[in-house]
């Protein structure tokens, strides 16, 4: 199947585009009503990622109400600890909670890293129902956890401004958290694998809690697993989000990857200075969506002039919150499809 | 009173020392179980907070037990809400909270900025007490939340991950966000200055969430209050410490104060590199201190080998974990007063 609209993918792979494109993190998700009203009828969030119909359906919803330039499928990180044997549930407004958690040697020799393509064969299917369903019209990306960003979770339980109990394991149990690091990644090569087989057109790697790390721990613990696993996947083109970790920038640079995501934190002109010669994704604050439209505009335009037209993906520095009103985020996505600087 | 031992103040003041002072955030809190059993004679924290001979003898704590080379006043930087009008409660394990919070002019109006000192009196009297049993061993440092941080809390009501409601805010009306910062500066100035005149010897402020702003809205909310307090308090060496605000660094290295904190994301070199000719503080990985005793060594060594001798205070990036041992905390302590490439 030929996409019809290959911005995405041209851009990502440093190639000449006619104009920018945009899509933005959590686009299928709370910002807009159409996905509340599936997620009701799901009953539960998880349920929502179980069901390749509802997942797919979703997916779809940003690219027919928003217009964004790619589907990214509708899944959840944490498919992986589960799928190693660790599952969650999802305490709505408080997020996801593990019965168990991982504390010692016997606890990761549990995980079993065998069929995961089988165990998340649910996310294949979504991910091919979409494509059919999209039939071209955008690219589909497809993603996972970083591996530390997991490990985190599954040491820790649940969420946590930083992750301490995590961060105690690396320092206290280095050998453990390299053995659980590895299991985390062997899965996730295989479920990328797997997604790219579905239909996937680039892969992006969130590493949510990249921030709690300093360098050092960074390129210790984080960094070789995201090479390894980008390394096994040299078929499509790949974006590691670190949010947080602007001190990786140039690691990252320097990596076998084609994108490096920035958050809000980052200038544009930092940006372009710490990617070398790689495509850069970003990176306006999401609470700029509060703003008027002609804040929006005025402050889009402006990341655009700072990018410049090539080598750039659109996005927001994060996900969109939940509370943006969908016009909002509609003015940031058109201001970038009509802006007049951004034509060639 | 005569300070015995000056080092901080003098780093501070980019003098020469004969050795790296340190002392710690959070020393006088959780990971001392001399303080947990104040603490829990004292029945609340807020009326640990209130009661200056409790204040008093947790923050003399760290002093006799750990040997650091400064006290920092036991307080909250939330009695700034407090004595502006909004009263907070204290969750045990989930932080405070607010029962209400800022949301249009006419609260803002509601605050009021007369008679501070009166309202915190009892920290003056927590400093004064502090300062005679002190009898000059060490000096005295005073805080406060930096206004953007304090803003955070009066507008979201309570910790957040990214404080979304409280930057909606800056977004949707920046009148009244200007019009409540000014108010918090105000307010802690006159704090300030009482702290100043009841014997504190050097001033930090804490801008805890200032990661949360990317550069235009941190020079445009934050830093100009920052500014404005430290410029009203020129008779004591200033600190301030923005955690995540990497950004503003060389900020701050243009501003009137003394000393930049740095969280434990940026490495000495690069701290040196944007604070020009200012003294630096900080910044170890908190959970560095989960490691062995010889791990610990090593870490501090290299820290201290990275900053140089001089024009720096040792502390870590961030407060101490409550789960440390404290034997590990001295070890961190011990190892920069012992450190014999730190003596001249």
């Given at each position: 199947m030929e996409l019809k609209n290959d911005l995405l993918i041209r851009a990502a792979k440093g190639e000449q585009v006619e104009r920018t494109p945009v899509w933005v993190m959590?686009?299928?998700?709370?910002?807009l009503p159409e996905y509340r009203a599936t997620r009701a009828r799901a009953g539960s969030f998880i349920h929502l990622v179980r069901t390749p119909e509802l997942a797919c359906e979703v997916t779809l919803q940003p690219v027919d109400i928003l217009g964004v330039d790619a589907a990214i499928i509708f899944s959840d990180i944490l498919v992986i600890p589960e799928a190693l044997g660790l599952p969650y549930e999802m305490d709505e407004g408080k997020g996801p909670r593990f019965a168990e958690v991982i504390r010692t040697a016997q606890d990761v020799s549990r995980l079993s890293t065998t069929e995961i393509p089988l165990k998340l064969d649910y996310v294949s299917k979504a991910i091919q129902l979409t494509k059919t369903e999209l039939n071209g019209r955008v690219p589909l990306i497809g993603f996972a956890g970083a591996p530390f960003t997991i490990f985190c979770y599954m040491v820790e339980g649940q969420g946590s401004k930083e992750f301490s109990k995590a961060r105690r394991m690396l320092r206290e149990n280095p050998i453990l958290a390299h053995s659980l690091l590895s299991k985390i990644s062997e899965a996730t090569i295989e479920y990328l694998k797997m997604q790219i087989t579905a239909g996937a057109n680039l892969i992006q790697l969130f590493?949510?809690?990249?921030?709690?790390?300093?360098p050092d721990l960074y390129k210790e613990f984080a960094l070789p697993y995201i090479k390894q696993i980008f390394n096994s996947i040299p078929e499509v083109p790949r974006t590691i989000f670190a949010k947080?970790?602007?001190?990786?920038s140039e690691w990252f640079a320097e990596s076998e990857l084609e994108t490096i995501g920035f958050d809000w934190t980052v200038t544009p002109q930092q940006a372009r200075a710490w990617s070398g010669n790689k495509t850069v994704q970003g990176n306006l604050d999401p609470s700029a969506l509060y703003g008027s439209f002609e804040d929006i505009k005025k402050s889009t335009k402006e990341m655009l002039q700072n990018f410049g037209t090539q080598k750039h993906i659109a996005n927001l520095g994060h996900g969109v919150y939940p509370d943006i009103h969908p016009d909002n985020l509609k003015c940031f996505i058109d201001t970038i499809k009509n802006n007049q600087t951004n034509q060639i």
């Open positions: 959590r686009q299928a998700g709370r910002v590493d949510s809690w990249a921030g709690v790390l300093g947080g970790a602007w001190f990786a």
